[in-house]
């Protein structure tokens, strides 16, 4: 069986492998620890800790362990609250870029290159204009802001009315987006591509993926969606893991995604020099009974199966 890490970094989610982590400071620095010393698994999905302290002791145990920080921004500019980055209320606005300029100096302290972020919350059809208006002053400033520091913006589409609620939104409304900021100057932002986010939005990854790949992907999560059993604890957006029962992925569903990244030569099936190499990662909860450390070894098997039948065939 061939290597995955041959052909792309492999990474995995902090804080969905250990929900507890974001109760405080102290749960996320043991979630952090436990995860920097999965094996197999060269980068970390998370955001970092305001306490300087934790932030910097996950930083150290990155490098020690050989791990890369794939910065994420919290929750908070999904939520109709202080951090909205497309509300109306300007100081709303500018407590969001303040936030987001905070983690972004986080992300450059990590030395990540890539940070996965959402737009803010959709406030109806017929506030979406000036919200849109809003949420790209934001980018714009923020974009400018990464250019400095070498690090890539990568927006994820998410539900807009159904399980979530975001402006931003369907794949091909996302790819609009990141075309506008590339014709503003700002190629520093990306479209995250999301396979789990596929089935909530009731989307094809496959037609979905190549309005990305046009638009421009900067960076891959693989996840699953269970959507057709509300009574399944993992209904809807909750980052079921791969091949779960009533899920929409299993290493089969992932093995066609990854033929088709091939197609577009976002990924290659002869191995690629290190540096060349793009990343893919995991965003999924545990397997129902297993431990987090089972769970990532499942699911890292599932996917490297997956790979294997693209590259052997």
């Known amino acids: ?137 934001y980018m714009i400033a923020l974009a400018r802001e990464a250019k400095k520091v070498g690090i890539n913006l990568a927006v994820e589409p998410v539900e807009r009315g159904r399980f979530k609620n975001l402006l931003l939104g369907p794949t091909d409304e996302v790819c609009s987006f990141v075309t506008k900021m590339h014709s ?47 009574a399944n604890p993992l209904y809807g957006h909750t980052h079921a893991p791969i091949g779960i029962a009533e899920g929409e992925y299993d290493y089969l569903e992932v093995s066609a995604f990854f033929a088709e990244l091939v197609k577009l030569g976002y990924l290659d099936i002869n191995p690629v020099a290190q540096s060349a190499r793009k990343c893919v990662s995991l965003e999924m909860a545990r397997y129902p009974g297993l431990s987090a450390t089972l769970s990532a070894q499942v699911a890292y098997e599932k996917v490297q199966q997956a790979w294997n039948r693209v590259v052997e065939g």
């Open 1 to 137: 069986m061939v290597s995955i890490e041959k052909y792309f970094a492999f990474g995995i989610s902090v804080g969905l492998l250990y929900p507890e982590a974001h109760t405080s400071a102290l749960r996320h620095l043991s979630a952090f620890t436990k995860t920097a010393q999965l094996n197999g698994f060269e980068t970390l999905e998370t955001t970092l800790s305001d306490d300087a302290s934790v932030r910097k002791a996950e930083i150290a145990i990155a490098r020690e362990e050989g791990k890369i920080i794939n910065y994420n921004f919290p929750v908070d500019f999904q939520l109709d609250g202080p951090f909205d980055p497309g509300s109306s209320d300007a100081k709303i606005r500018a407590n969001a870029l303040d936030l987001a300029f905070r983690h972004l100096e986080y992300a450059a302290e990590a030395g990540s290159k890539v940070i996965g972020m959402t737009s803010g919350i959709d406030h109806g059809q017929e506030e979406r204009p000036a919200t849109m208006s809003y949420f790209t002053e």
């Open 184 to 230: 503003l100057g700002h190629e520093n932002v990306s479209v995250l591509f999301d396979t789990a986010h596929m089935p909530l939005m009731q989307e094809d990854p496959i037609t979905s993926v190549r309005l990305a790949h046009q638009a421009g992907i900067g960076h891959i999560h693989i996840g699953n969606a269970i959507v057709g059993n509300p």
